[in-house]
């Protein structure tokens, strides 16, 4: 319930879970509640059962102690100590009679409750809502310890009291401050976890998000991924075969519709796969990896592929070794995957004239290579607009740039596996992934 001013204006409300403009201004409801509650008590007490002045002693008393509560909002040991004061004053002079640590009950209770201005770490002051240690405590139970031993002395030595007496008259009030600085810690700590119960859900908020955030750009990349896979090797194959089309078109009709219709079969791969990749993005619902994105796409695609090299007119062989039944399904479409951006990239920029497909199935895991005999300059650097087979494209090959080298790199991270492209041992482009397969 305390308030201190914060730095340069504004206050930092101590009646809730947070330090807001609506815990403020219910702390100071609740201010203003103890103040009355204190003029009414102290002047009704002093009506019944006082025997001092009622208006010139009953009546200040009980406001001068009102007003040290409302005070308190803002310098609640000051407040405390100038209520402890006043109770002192009075009594000693004769015009009060009635209680010695009661009529100063509020002004306890708000010290042991709030904790008064910190700063954190970098030294910018807080609000009493920002300190875990109560500090507060110890200061009303000084006071109040220090009150009841000057209480004690004074009705034993100046009222004249015995000891009995004394302990008597004081038993009361000493058990009332107990109860009060008992009742001002049960609300601190109520309050305190509340404050971490909605830091704890603030934090588990931030972390959803991050985590959102995370699974949204894994998503984006193997979306990226897809899409340049099969885009990049349609646009391949599809022009390969136009540019036999054309050519073959008045001298062997026959090979032209050959190559148009495998235009046209590769075509209708790509739009499904496309369709596919267009469903996730449709449904952001679905969980990420729920939906294939290359429906079919596996180990028995891989000859296909090899069919389109050979068409394209480079020599092409593929040489496999075990068994891919065991085979799960995302390490065959990584699998398929990387032989097809691999051959895409053999056919557009090796200048090669053969490539070899060697696929070796393990117990624990599956290896893959794809080995050209080209010049290596151009081979691997994915299939952006321009690439050739030469200058600044050799230069990103040879360093394993390119979208589609990056791409399968992260395929088989992603599976935890182990990749690598570049010069073969005799010449020409090797890409070279092993993939673990999970028992």
């Not at 976890?193 to 193997?222: I, V």
């Not at 036999?244 to 190559?259: F, H, M, Q």
């Not at 090899?306 to 995302?330: F, H, I, K, S």
Request: net charge neutral.
């Amino acid at each position: 319930m305390s308030e201190e001013r914060a730095p340069r204006g504004g206050r930092s409300g101590g009646a809730g879970a947070g330090g807001g403009p609506a815990a403020t201004r219910a702390a100071g409801a609740v201010r203003v509640a103890a103040a009355a509650v204190t003029a009414v008590a102290v002047v009704t007490a002093e009506a019944l059962a006082g025997e001092g002045p009622l208006l010139v002693g009953a009546v200040p008393y009980a406001l001068g102690l009102a007003a040290l509560v409302l005070a308190a909002g803002r310098w609640p040991r000051a407040a405390l100590l100038a209520s402890v004061q006043t109770v002192i004053a009075f009594r000693s002079a004769g015009m009060s009679d009635v209680g010695w640590i009661w009529p100063a009950s509020a002004a306890y209770f708000l010290v042991a409750a709030g904790d008064g201005a910190v700063r954190d770490e970098a030294g910018k002051r807080l609000g009493p809502l920002s300190r875990r240690v109560p500090r507060g405590l110890p200061f009303a139970v000084a006071v109040g310890v220090l009150q009841v031993v000057f209480a004690a002395n004074w009705e034993r030595y100046v009222a004249g009291l015995d000891g009995r007496e004394a302990v008597a008259a004081l038993g009361a009030e000493a058990l009332w401050l107990a109860l009060t600085l008992a009742a001002a810690t049960a609300w601190r700590n109520g309050r305190n976890w509340r404050r971490e119960e909605a830091a704890g859900r603030e934090r588990a908020a931030r972390e959803r998000a991050a985590e959102a955030r995370r699974r949204a750009e894994a998503e984006r990349l193997r979306i990226a991924r897809e899409l340049h896979d099969v885009v990049a090797h349609t646009l391949t194959v599809v022009g390969v075969q136009l540019r036999v089309a054309v050519e073959a078109l008045d001298d062997e009709p026959a090979e032209a519709r050959a190559a148009l219709r495998t235009a046209q079969e590769v075509r209708a791969t790509a739009v499904a796969d496309l369709r596919a990749l267009i469903g996730v993005l449709r449904d952001p619902g679905e969980e990420p990896g729920a939906m294939e994105l290359a429906p079919g796409r596996g180990l028995d695609g891989v000859g296909d592929l090899v069919e389109g090299v050979r068409a394209a007119g480079l020599q092409a062989a593929v040489e496999t070794e075990g068994d891919p039944a065991g085979v799960p399904a995302p390490v065959a479409l990584a699998v398929y995957r990387i032989v097809q951006e691999s051959l895409t990239n053999a056919v557009r920029h090796s200048g090669g004239t053969r490539v070899d497909v060697r696929l070796r199935y393990g117990s624990d895991a599956v290896r893959v290579e794809i080995a050209d005999d080209g010049t290596g300059t151009g081979t691997g650097t994915g299939t952006g607009a321009g690439a050739g087979a030469g200058g600044e494209d050799g230069a990103r090959a040879r360093a394993g740039g390119g979208h589609g080298v990056a791409g399968m790199r992260e395929r088989v991270s992603v599976l935890g596996g182990e990749f690598a492209s570049g010069p073969g041992e005799h010449g020409g482009h090797t890409v070279r992934a092993v993939i673990p397969v999970p028992s």
